[in-house]
């Protein structure tokens, strides 16, 4: 079976002019015809658009959403009002006695440049997932029309050995009858 063009293909199997094709269905056919693998990974596709913001937010909102995080930030508010309200109470040396005003305005601004950090990483979890869906619908694309192609070579194959049986069976009944 002699290799069509890009144009071919998408007239025979997808019943589409090549100029009617999205990016995705004319990236697929032209990876078929040049017999190039369009399998890769999403997530790397991915890592490879994400620039230095994109990776910094995915790592804030990877530590502050862990329970080491969220254990070790326990501790340390324990610890601050242990620290302001026993031991450094009786030296008279407390930096934020109680009701722990310094330790609000900490914990306010921390909320206050957390909380967009974790939103960017997850637009850009959201961006992952448009990335990841664009790319199986191309490998799906590709496997559907593979799996199209090689039912044709198939019923090709058929047709001929069906001829083939064909022909041999006009000669026995050929050789079969009385002279």
């Known amino acids: 079976m002699a290799m069509r063009t890009v144009e071919q293909l998408s007239e025979q199997l997808l019943d589409k002019p090549l100029a ?8 697929v056919l032209e990876a078929i015809v040049s017999r190039q693998i369009i399998a890769d990974d999403a997530s790397n596709l991915a890592a490879q658009q994400a620039g230095f913001g994109d990776r910094l937010s995915d ?27 026993e031991i450094l109470t009786r030296f008279n040396a407390a930096f934020d006695p109680y009701p722990f005003i310094f330790l609000n305005l900490i914990l306010s601004t921390l909320a206050a440049i957390q909380a967009p950090i974790i939103m960017m990483s997850q637009n850009r979890a959201s961006n992952k ?15 559907e029309i593979d799996i199209i192609r090689l039912h044709e070579k198939i019923d090709l194959l058929m047709l001929e050995k069906i001829t083939k049986l064909e022909a041999d069976l006009g000669e ?5 009858r009385p002279v």
């Open 59 to 85: 790592r804030v909102a990877a530590v502050g959403g862990s329970w080491g995080f969220i254990i070790a930030f326990v501790l340390v508010l324990f610890g601050w009002m242990v620290l302001n309200s």
């Open 20 to 27: 009617a094709l999205s990016p995705e269905q004319r990236g």
């Open 129 to 143: 997932d448009r990335i990841a869906a664009a790319h199986d619908y191309e490998v799906n694309l590709r496997a």
């Open 172 to 176: 026995i009944k050929a050789a079969l």
